[in-house]
């Protein structure tokens, strides 16, 4: 499914968000933990690399690692990594600004979150955007999440929530489950079905509290959480222990 829409991933997203995803993934981007500079980051379910360029605008010269088992989403992100981090060079040339530093060349893994070589305490921060509520069972995910996480690293969550307490909770539900398969499918063609799987995954997610109380009983420690636009999307993270 992934496969198919990838042509247009980015512009449906930009679309559904209303322009707000990268906003929210520059969010995550901020909190991102460097152990050991310039930092090792691996983003799981990396679809077409967003999380990943969003990491090296915050964090130039980090080694950047993305996980995903859609290849042609990775061939997307590949393209769009090495280019965010040449524009870079180039504009801090122009600009009379420092020079960027050389960056490696990001690692891009077609392989299965759950089962997959990673190695062990490698990494200073991993981070999983719009990608979790695609993963079951999530405690699988939290295994390797505090396996290859080094001691005191981070890992964050970045997601989008329905609250159905809300006052506008009828509304958010019609424009997940109706308007968006909709329109995407009307201006899209062969999209509606996957959008209309994507509205009806948020729908089904956790609730904040439950994902927090979830990663607490995995391991992790020092849980926080960020709301962004209204509750629609949430940022929530955790620590591998120090010790």
């Known amino acids: 499914m992934f496969g198919e829409i990838t042509p247009r991933y980015d512009i449906l997203n930009r679309f559904m968000s209303l322009g707000r995803d990268l906003f929210w993934r520059r969010s995550l981007s901020e ?25 090296g605008a915050r964090w130039p010269g980090a080694e950047l690692t993305g ?10 992100a590949r393209r769009k990594v090495t280019s965010a981090r040449a524009a870079a060079r180039v504009e801090a040339r122009e600009a009379g600004g420092p020079a960027v530093p050389p960056s490696p060349e990001p690692v891009l893994i077609h392989g299965d979150a759950l089962h997959n070589d990673l190695p062990e305490n490698a990494f200073d921060s991993v981070s999983i955007s719009f990608g979790l509520r695609n993963i079951s069972p999530r405690r699988e995910l939290y295994k390797t999440v505090l396996r290859v996480l080094k001691p005191g690293g981070r890992f964050l969550v970045l997601e989008l929530f329905f609250e159905p307490r809300s006052l506008w909770a009828p509304v958010h539900r019609f424009y997940l489950k109706s308007a ?11 999209a509606g079905d996957a959008y209309g799987y994507l509205g009806e995954s948020v729908v089904a997610f956790p609730h904040p509290d439950v994902l927090i109380d979830q990663m607490a009983r995995a391991g992790f420690v020092g849980l926080g959480r960020r709301t962004h636009t209204f509750g629609v999307a949430m940022l929530v993270w955790g620590h591998k222990p120090a010790a």
Do not use: H, N
């Open 31 to 55: 909190r991102l933990l460097v152990l050991d500079p310039p930092g090792k980051f691996l983003d799981l379910a990396t679809g077409s690399g967003d999380q990943l360029v969003a990491a």
């Open 67 to 76: 996980l995903d088992f859609s290849k042609p989403m990775l061939e997307l």
């Open 180 to 190: 968006i398969p909709g329109l995407v499918g009307g201006l899209f063609e062969g």
